[in-house]
């Protein structure tokens, strides 16, 4: 399982936030993993509204996030289901 305190996969990409953006992502991340009564469907919305907060902290941050930190986050919540797949594609 991965844990809350893996990086995001590119080195560095995380000092690229500021500690706001930062405490938004370790918070979004922990939700992800720990919250025994979130569904598929909330863990998505919360990785979209995530992207939504720190394009209004910051408009350079929003192609960090996209390149880098959403896949990240999908592919936790991917994890945490068992669904095997992309967390570049979209889920329908």
């Not at 991965?2 to 936030?17: D, K």
């Not at 209004?56 to 896949?71: N, T």
Request: a negative charge.
């Amino acid at each position: 399982m991965t844990s809350l305190t893996e990086p995001v996969r590119e080195p560095g990409i995380t000092e690229l936030l500021d500690a706001r953006s930062r405490l938004m992502l370790a918070v979004t991340r922990d939700l992800l993993l720990r919250d025994p009564e979130l569904t598929l469907c909330e863990g998505l919305r919360l990785i979209d509204a995530m992207g939504t907060a720190l394009g209004r902290v910051d408009s350079g941050e929003l192609d960090v996030f996209e390149e880098y930190i959403r896949p990240h986050l999908r592919s936790l919540l991917l994890g945490r289901f068992g669904i095997a797949g992309d967390p570049h594609r979209e889920i329908n």
